[in-house]
């Protein structure tokens, strides 16, 4: 399948999940929506495969971490900032990784409506990465949205890395 129809097939049936969990995110109260996010907890109430290899109770640590830091995450303008504070979380409670860190940030920013401007990356959207672009991969842990192939860019920042992880697992019926 050409990356031109990938990125329909998206569009129609993957985006629509991711949709759904923004707009379940957006409806929540900033403390539940913390705990939900460090959880993992989707829309149908289940923890969000992810989140699995961190389990509930590491998840809530992380939790408990973001809480006392709710007046910070309150005076954020920036999902960069968001996300500065789910790294911090990260490396002080072992088990929480990279992809803890960013879906974390980017539930909470759901709530907040903060939206990432570039791309972040981690194991499976380097995948997706190696695919769609030629040569190597960034080292770095966001790109830019204006390398990614044309086709993407009718996609906001964070479609692109969803669409990306997908993309890179080649499973079309897998949301990452």
């Given at each position: ?106 539930r909470i920013g ?33 790109v830019p949205t ?26 079309e019926k897998v949301?990452?």
């Amino acid at each position: 399948m050409d990356l031109f129809k990938t990125v329909i097939w998206y569009k129609e049936e993957a985006l629509p999940l991711l949709t759904q969990t923004k707009e379940f995110y957006e409806k929540l109260e900033l403390e539940t929506a913390i705990e939900f996010a460090s959880t993992g907890k989707e829309p149908n109430g289940k923890m969000h495969s992810h989140q699995r290899r961190v389990g509930y109770r590491k998840g809530m640590l992380g939790a408990d971490e973001l809480a006392r830091k709710i007046e910070e995450i309150k005076r954020c303008t920036s999902f960069d900032d968001i996300f500065s504070i789910t790294e911090t979380v990260k490396k002080d409670i072992y088990r929480l990784g990279d992809l803890w860190s960013y879906d974390t940030a980017l539930r909470i920013g759901f709530n907040l409506q903060i939206y990432p401007q570039q791309v972040y990356v981690q194991c499976g959207v380097v995948k997706g990465i190696k695919k769609v672009l030629s040569g190597g991969i960034p080292k770095e842990r966001c790109v830019p949205t204006s390398i990614l192939p044309f086709e993407l860019q009718e996609l906001k920042a964070y479609e692109m890395e969803n669409f990306l992880c997908i993309y890179g697992k080649n499973k079309e019926k897998v949301l990452c």
